[in-house]
């Protein structure tokens, strides 16, 4: 059975950080490629966050290039979001997201919330 469960958020003041992780069960972790999305509130989900299988390529939405890094530690069958210099308009419910096609699978959801 497929399960990816995510940690980490919360709410943070403007300026502040906070790791998210996404911890994956029943499928091959290490052969999947691995993403970040967000969907703020009254927006459409976007992709914030983006992982190649070997790690070596990684992408990002311009507004958090600078701010935010993925990563992935395949031994843990975690990956990660690590994310700084947060904005109000970072505020969100960040998703996780493993794919290898036509597989997709998604992690539940957590609510990030960045204000003073």
């Known amino acids: 059975q497929v399960q990816l469960v995510e940690s980490g958020g919360g709410l943070v003041q403007p300026g502040g950080s906070l790791r998210l992780s996404c911890t994956a069960s029943?499928?091959?972790?290490?052969?999947?490629?691995l993403s970040w999305f967000r969907q703020a509130p009254g927006k459409e989900r976007e992709l914030v966050a983006f992982?190649?299988?070997?790690?070596?390529?990684?992408n990002y939405v311009d507004s958090v290039k600078g701010r935010f890094t993925i990563s992935r530690d395949n031994a843990m069958n975690t990956w990660y979001l690590q994310m700084n210099s947060l904005k109000p308009e970072d505020t969100a419910v960040y998703y996780c997201?493993?794919?290898?096609?036509?597989?997709?699978?998604w992690g539940q959801g957590l609510r990030v919330t960045v204000s003073s």
């Open positions: 997201k493993a794919y290898r096609f036509p597989d997709e699978f």
């Open positions: 992982i190649s299988i070997t790690g070596s390529g990684t």
């Open positions: 029943g499928f091959k972790f290490s052969n999947y490629a």
